[in-house]
């Protein structure tokens, strides 16, 4: 098995123990030798004294591949935009050599796709972030969430830009994907319907919002998982203040308690202050 030699090489230096010491009742010191020289080891029980000696994991000193390494950074990418880090998450992918290479065409979309994302939430730049998510949108990719999500968010754009036509047009072209492909919903699927609620919702359709949420909600019950649920049930809350405002009370307390557990203050001030208007998602 392929393993990064230096990270035990660097343990074992920052706990001052030499490469005889470390082998100590484990193996004898070539082993440590070969373990971070050669980046090898023949023996899953040895590399696990080992590591259990420096204090490691095996996901810490197993060599990934590029995409494991690709899929583990935008997973920082996703939590640091989730707390509105939006430099460091942008940074974060700026750190890609280069884009274009990428051979695996999903991971290649989410990339596309998380960068249109930050520069539409984080830095409002609308027309940077149209081009990323009609990159995504013309690639061929087997997840079709990342692609259905790119669509809906080049609706937001020109929702933003007061294009209703246009952003009509991609809001129900997301949803339609949705609906030939559900094998492929994950737990996003909530963006996509607080995205088409609140354009709805933004030209009095106060109903249909509500119905949108709905959808939204009763596909995310299948999904064990608090993401971006806040902000869906808000969407649903700001809509019913219109049409029934009880109903609007459980469902702003609702949200609030997500965004409480999900750590999201935005939300929490936003229904404490009473001053509750449409949230950019």
């Known amino acids: 098995m392929k393993i990064n030699g230096k990270i035990i090489s660097t343990r074992r230096k920052e706990l001052g123990l030499t490469q005889q010491e470390l082998a100590e009742g484990i193996c004898n010191q070539a082993t440590i030798s070969v373990l971070e020289t050669k980046n090898a080891c023949d023996s899953m029980k040895i590399l696990g004294e080992i590591c259990q000696r420096l204090k490691l994991t095996f996901d810490d000193v197993l060599e990934k591949s590029f995409d494991e390494k690709l899929r583990a950074l935008l997973a920082k990418v996703i939590d640091l935009t989730s707390e509105f880090k939006f430099q460091e998450a942008y ?54 969430m990342i692609k259905s999500l790119a669509i809906n968010s080049i609706g937001v754009c020109y929702a933003q830009k007061g294009e209703w036509e246009f952003a009509r047009g991609h809001f129900d072209k997301s949803l339609q994907l949705i609906e030939e492909n559900p094998d492929f919903v994950t737990k996003n699927v909530s963006k996509i319907f607080y995205n088409v609620a609140k354009f709805y919702s933004s030209l009095g359709d106060f109903s249909r919002a509500v119905a949108l949420c709905d959808q939204g909600l009763e596909l995310y019950k299948q999904f064990k998982s608090t993401s971006y649920l806040d902000f869906l049930y808000y969407e649903k809350a700001f809509n019913l203040q219109h049409l029934d405002e009880e109903k609007a009370k459980k469902y702003f307390a609702l949200s609030a308690g997500i965004a409480e557990f999900n750590d999201n203050q935005f939300i929490i001030d936003t229904i404490n202050s009473g001053q509750v208007n449409h949230l950019e998602g």
Do not use: C, P, R
């Not at 999903?106 to 249109?116: Q, R």
């Not at 009609?134 to 990719?141: A, C, G, H, R």
């Open 91 to 144: 940074q974060l992918l700026e750190g890609i050599s280069d884009v274009e290479e990428i051979e695996n065409s999903d991971l290649k979309a989410e990339v596309y796709y998380n960068f249109g994302n930050i520069n539409l939430v984080g830095f409002h730049e609308i027309d940077k972030a149209l081009y990323y998510f009609y990159e995504v949108s013309t690639m061929n990719v087997t997840q079709v």
